[in-house]
């Protein structure tokens, strides 16, 4: 194979590569033609309403809420050049983009310091290439960087802590913004209304220079061009030419272990059915939502001997007050006794909760709040498998 020599790095040519070598060869080397799915081109569309509608915002030098009705219009138009379909997909978005706008609340268009911006950054013998979603001004000393994500899985804080794309942002803003002390580094998870904030240091950005130049040298060095089968294949933009995804789909299978004692070969079958899973389920999901779309338009469908159907499902829920007033009444216990029986709350809604009352009482004695809280729960452990990928 001729030598393959990078053009310029970026965050989402490094992050192919790592997820998967052969999907990095289909796209950058071989430069098959991507086919981008419904996730992905839904993105896409989000990511250009909201882009617009904060331009617009600035270049009209506008002070107070962004307009609803615009978001509406603008997603009409991305909508129809994402060649998207489906109402419930088409709902979704229309939420996410209510909710940011009223999320978003008054928006000063001198706040706003770049949107879509575009980057170069120079690392060892690559330049790095990308575009920031948002920037706003904070103070006079700080700068906050935001990338929206679309994605239905929120990221965990270590992800969001040790994100290389976010390493990257910091510096570029360092770069471009030079008056700014701080960088705060936000992921907007549009689907959750959640703002999932981080920072770096010196040696977090010194690593992150390091490793983009460790791995840029890498796509070049690299003679061989694996596919690693996960979750994400089935949202791939190169399943269509890729030989062991379509063996995936097939269920395929290479190792299947016929002694339990040979413990070498009971994890290698253990680890290609795991995968084997996760693609399958994922494409069980993908079928489903085809089959979803459908229903939308009739009661049920019957194919192959299967009928299929949406229903409602229902489940309860007991006001918290009024059911422990009942059993008090019934009882004669006080409700106190009865909420320590049967109550406890969870740490997501709880979680949830000291955020929003980080608004008001200062982010200082919300995370105060939390240590406090986190005093008072009672650990339990339970024991689960855990299998990870040894470097
Ligand atoms: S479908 Fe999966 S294994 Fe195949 S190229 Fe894409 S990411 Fe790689």
């Known amino acids: 194979m001729p030598r393959f020599k990078n053009q310029h790095l970026s965050y989402s040519r490094l992050s192919r590569f790592e997820q998967c070598p052969l999907s990095f060869k289909l796209h950058y080397i071989d430069k098959k033609q991507a086919d981008p799915g419904v996730p992905l081109r839904f993105g896409k569309a989000v990511h250009a309403v909201l882009e617009n509608l904060v331009r617009e915002h600035m270049e009209e030098e506008r002070e107070g809420p962004l307009s609803e009705d615009r978001a509406v219009t603008l997603w009409q138009e991305a909508w129809a050049a994402g060649e998207l379909s489906g109402i419930e997909v088409f709902e ?52 906050e960087v935001i990338d929206y994500k679309t994605n239905r899985m929120l990221f965990t804080r270590e992800e969001v802590d040790t994100s290389l794309q976010m390493s990257l942002y910091h510096l570029a803003a360092r770069q471009l913004w030079p008056w700014a002390k701080k ?59 890729c030989p062991t995804y379509a063996a995936a789909l097939r269920g395929e299978r290479t190792v299947v272990c016929e002694d339990f004692d040979d413990l070498e070969l009971v994890a290698q079958e253990r680890e290609e059915v795991a995968r084997l899973a996760k693609v399958l389920y994922a494409r069980k999901r993908e079928l489903e939502g085809v089959l979803k779309s459908r229903l939308e338009d009739q009661d049920e469908l019957v194919l192959g001997g299967v009928r299929y159907r949406m229903f409602n499902a229902a489940s309860k829920e007991y006001p918290l007050e009024r059911t422990l007033s009942a059993l008090a009444s019934a009882t004669g ?5 009865l909420l320590a029986q049967v109550g406890s709350i969870d740490k997501k809604s709880l979680d949830a909760l000291v955020k929003k009352l980080a608004k008001s009482i200062g982010k200082d004695r919300a995370t105060l709040l939390k240590a406090e809280l986190d005093a008072i729960a009672e650990k339990r452990f339970s024991q689960r498998f855990w299998a990870k990928e040894v470097a």
């Open 92 to 143: 979704e978005g229309l939420t996410i983009l209510r909710s940011y706008v009223r999320r978003q609340g008054h928006l000063d268009h001198q706040d706003v310091l770049a949107i879509e911006k575009r980057f170069e950054l120079s690392v060892g013998p690559f330049t790095v290439l990308g575009f920031i979603d948002r920037v706003d001004r904070v103070d006079d000393e700080t700068v």
């Open 183 to 241: 960088v705060r580094l936000t992921f907007d998870m549009l689907r959750h209304d959640i703002r999932m904030t981080t920072e770096r240091d010196e040696d977090q950005l010194a690593a992150a220079r390091a490793y983009v130049e460790t791995m840029g040298r890498m796509t070049e060095e690299a003679r061989e061009f694996p596919a690693r089968l996960n979750s994400n294949c089935v949202y791939c933009d190169h399943r269509q030419n």
């Open 333 to 337: 216990e006080s409700p106190e006794a």
